[in-house]
């Protein structure tokens, strides 16, 4: 077994040239998937840059703003984005921190057919409905009620 650390105490300043207020830390990487925490300070930004990567965006805490190209939208934790690959995409704070998950996939021998389509901007910005969980039947009964102190019969010998 294997403890990934992350957190305060662990995070590095990061990301592309001219970015501000932002620290992180690699929980994961391989040839499948790099895994990243990022911590974002108030008034931090991830400049505009592009990416090779199908990039996952989980804001876990706080919130903040996500761009593509020109389009702005703000995001909240409990809500993720899709970042497509090779389209210019950027995040940042304002008046509050930001706590994210980066989930970067890169593109397998034919996946092309499966990347999203980037034809315009407003289609760039894509949220990620929540998984439905695969949950089986609830096995069981309600429990029996409290017996009822009234009830109670100390000629039984044993006490309340």
């Known amino acids: ?8 105490g662990n995070r590095k300043p990061t990301g592309p040239p001219g970015t ?19 911590a974002f300070s108030r008034q931090g930004l991830i ?23 020109t389009e702005r939208i703000r995001i909240n ?5 899709v970042w497509p690959p090779d389209v210019p995409h950027g995040a940042y704070t304002e008046g509050s921190e930001m706590r994210a998950i980066v989930i970067e996939l890169p593109e397998a021998p034919g996946d092309a057919a499966i990347q999203p389509d980037v034809s315009e901007a407003a ?9 439905q969980p695969i949950v089986e039947q609830a096995r069981g009964a309600l429990a029996e009620p409290a017996p ?3 009830d109670h019969d100390e000629s039984q010998g044993e006490p309340w």
């Open 1 to 8: 077994m294997e403890i990934r650390r992350f957190g305060p």
């Open 20 to 38: 501000q207020g932002l620290t992180g830390q690699v929980i994961w990487s391989d040839a499948r998937a790099n895994i990243s925490e990022l």
């Open 47 to 69: 400049t505009p840059h592009t990416n090779p990567n199908t990039t996952l965006f989980v804001v876990i805490s706080g919130g903040g703003f996500v761009q593509v190209g």
């Open 77 to 81: 934790h409990g809500e993720a984005v």
């Open 123 to 131: 289609s760039v910005l894509e949220f990620v409905p929540a998984p």
């Open 148 to 150: 009822d102190p009234a």
